[in-house]
């Protein structure tokens, strides 16, 4: 008999087909309002058709690529925005017309999204019931990785150690959106349940998250600082971006807490259990009104943090604020809160972050020799990383395999690396004036490129 293996075919159906038709009936509709709205910005090689349209492409993008299990739906985002940039024509009316500042703002925000959902979902008693396991795995893999990268990256790719320091923690960090999912799907089928896989991984990858952008903020807020003579001066920010961010997100966190408070069991009017019902304690104070204060107070620390250069403490204080707002509304409002967050994140901040991420890179201003090199300093992080992952998860009882699983889950990348990717290019055009051909503006980009070749080579 012969082997016959089905092979994956997207069909569409007839309703499916239809309502892709009123979708982009719909976006034509409202292109066209806008047009008449706004003008000439509208319009190809304008600034907001551009953003436009990188969203809806990026969206269908994700939706074709999710039909792929396990494909992650970010991968179909992420290679949208860079067709749109290095396709000739679709470049010139799409992507070269993205307004710089208007990017960065933008991925500003979704950064602010991710960090806030990472906080809520901390779960702070998990976390100090599996300290010592959860902390060898959140620290020393990301540890290793980031060291073999900078210590690699300054021969490969002849950059200054600031960068390599910043390519070291950029490459770090894993993404939960991707392991996340994948592990709890896992887990619903009894897969590594007894022995505690899925809570050590998810609770360590909560911490590696926090660990890797406080790293790369803190090494970030020495590349224009160095570049401008004034290394030594910036050497007492890192201490400070760490205590000072931390208490200020923890500040900010309990005032929110306490301004929007849990919801309180009441009795029922005729004398019954006093978990009959439930009633806001502060009318109005609903998880999309929670939603919306956390985030607006977590973009205020975000961007109050990039005008003082002090980008590290400032992610760090976001996560440490949502996580204490969590710890004072509950588990339950603060699930339901992280639940709107999500909404926001999957129908707009993450194709929009992808598409802008994947727009940003430019290949033309790219040699060979620097993506084959970061395709080796990925390759060899990867390396090391796997293998301290794989040390840190002994000592317990994880069989031999399930260390292994351990190890590879590990390694993808995707989500804090395009939220941070962009941020040395954004800080080096502002030191520059604008120059794009800045000795700073092109190793900013090398460094944006290695970030979303991360994405594309692990995220899979």
Not at 87 to 107: H, N, T, Y
Not at 130 to 155: C, H, I, M, N, Q
Not at 315 to 337: H, M, N, P, Q, T
Request: with cysteine; hydrophobic share 55%.
């Amino acid at each position: 008999m012969t082997d016959e293996r089905k092979i994956p075919v997207l069909r569409v159906t007839p309703a499916e087909a239809k309502r892709a038709l009123l979708v982009l009936a719909g976006v034509v509709a409202w292109w066209c309002a806008s047009w008449l709205a706004i003008g000439p910005s509208m319009e190809p090689r304008g600034p907001v058709f551009a953003v436009y349209v990188l969203l809806f492409v990026a969206t269908f993008a994700g939706h074709y690529v999710a039909r792929f299990p396990p494909l992650p739906p970010l991968l179909g985002q992420l290679v949208a925005g860079f067709v749109m940039r290095n396709v000739p024509g679709l470049s010139e009316a799409v992507g070269e017309a993205v307004d710089a500042r208007c990017s960065s703002a933008m991925r500003t925000a979704a950064l602010g999204v991710i960090l806030v959902r990472a906080g809520l979902s901390l779960d702070v008693a998990a976390v100090y019931r599996l300290r010592w396991p959860a902390a060898r795995l959140a620290f020393g893999p990301s540890t290793a990785e980031a060291l073999t990268v900078a210590l690699l990256a300054k021969p490969a790719l002849n950059l200054p150690w600031t960068y390599c320091a910043v390519l070291g923690y950029l490459f770090a960090a894993i993404s939960p959106a991707v392991v996340i999912p994948s592990l709890l799907r896992l887990q619903d089928k009894g897969y590594g349940v007894k022995a505690g896989v899925p809570a050590l991984v998810t609770t360590a990858a909560s911490v590696d998250v926090v660990y890797a952008i406080a790293g790369f903020g803190v090494c970030a807020g020495f590349l224009v600082t160095a570049a401008g003579g004034g290394a030594s001066s910036a050497a007492w920010r890192a201490p400070t971006q760490i205590v000072g961010g931390a208490l200020l997100g923890y500040l900010a966190g309990r005032a929110l807490g306490s301004i929007t408070p849990p919801d309180r069991a009441v009795a029922s009017p005729g004398g019954g259990s006093p978990d009959a019902f439930r009633v806001w304690e502060v009318p109005g104070e609903t998880p999309a009104r929670r939603a919306a204060w956390l985030l607006g107070m977590s973009l205020l620390i975000l961007f109050a943090g990039a005008e003082a250069e002090m980008t590290g403490g400032a992610a760090l204080g976001v996560i440490v604020a949502s996580a204490a707002a969590a710890r004072e509304w509950g588990a339950v409002d603060a699930k339901a809160c992280g639940g709107v967050l999500n909404v926001l994140w999957n129908d707009l901040a993450q194709p929009l972050l992808f598409a802008l991420i994947g727009a940003a890179v430019d290949v033309s201003r790219l040699s060979g020799g620097e993506v084959g090199a970061g395709v080796g300093l990925l390759a060899a992080g990867l390396c090391v990383r796997g293998l301290v992952a794989f040390l840190a998860a002994g000592g317990g009882q994880l069989a031999f395999t399930e260390r292994i699983f351990v190890a590879i889950a590990w390694m993808p990348k995707a989500t804090v690396q395009a939220a941070l990717a962009g941020l040395p290019l954004d800080a080096a055009i502002a030191f520059e004036g604008g120059d794009r051909n800045g000795p700073e503006t092109k190793r900013a980009e090398v460094i944006l490129a290695l970030g979303v070749l991360a994405i594309l080579i692990t995220a899979p």
